[in-house]
């Protein structure tokens, strides 16, 4: 069966931290890799990956995909209390374009 | 920038009724998708819509279930005799090409009484 697994499940940092949030995942005819940030409603498209080894960057927030370890990060440096959100993944496979999600990692950066 | 929107954003309904849940799309988006989230549980795929019909569906989507595109900008899920297990967020998502990432409304919370 299909699976996104994320960790951790949460976590409370101060402002200005560095965070490494986790996702790895097991998905037959892997397409690719989303990562959304949740704050109260509407996932919010953060970035979509699909070569290993290759870093996309949008300001403070950075992402990676390792294609033969089946996982992906999500860095976020220098970080302000507008970052905390709900970070979900998801992975799209080629069979069906379905999104399989992950439970999420809830952040919560204190001032 | 352009967004899905979803209506009503809050729908409160008797066990049994049936409901509608509606959607606008991005407009020239063509790939259409309606997902739930259960409260505290991860997001799970509901179905996929994509020159009008469906192409894609999960477990969940029985005969229960329907989309509809009745015209050129809603997309509608209609859930019909609502069970109390309904209760959930919806979310509705679009995208204008598979190369894509989807992009979602800000939901319809469904609670079922």
């Not at chain 1, 709900?86 to 919560?108: D, F, H, M, P, R």
């Amino acid at each position: 069966e299909d699976k996104v697994v994320q960790s951790p499940l949460s976590l409370v940092v101060h402002e200005g931290d560095t965070v490494t949030l986790n996702c790895s995942y097991e998905v037959t005819n892997f397409r690719s890799l989303l990562w959304y940030k949740q704050e109260k409603k509407a996932p919010t498209f953060l970035f979509m990956l699909t070569s290993s080894g290759i870093e996309k960057k949008s300001g403070r927030l950075s992402s990676i995909l390792d294609k033969k370890e089946l996982f992906s990060i999500l860095n976020i440096t220098a970080t302000q209390t507008g970052d905390s959100a709900v970070y979900l993944c998801a992975v799209e496979a080629w069979s069906n374009y379905q999104l399989i999600w992950g439970a999420g990692t809830k952040l919560i950066i204190k001032p | 920038e352009p967004e899905v929107t979803q209506t009503p954003s809050h729908q409160v309904t008797q066990m049994g009724q049936e409901v509608i849940l509606r959607c606008v799309p991005i407009s020239n988006h063509l790939y259409f998708y309606w997902y739930r989230q259960i409260l505290g549980q991860k997001v799970e795929f509901l179905v996929s819509f994509y020159n009008n019909e469906i192409s894609e569906k999960s477990e969940i989507f029985d005969d229960q279930f329907s989309v509809e595109r009745p015209d050129g900008s809603n997309f509608t899920l209609k859930i019909r005799s609502t069970k109390l297990e309904d209760s959930a967020m919806y979310f509705c998502a679009s995208r204008g090409t598979v190369n894509q990432p989807q992009h979602f409304g800000d939901g319809t919370r469904l609670s079922i009484l």
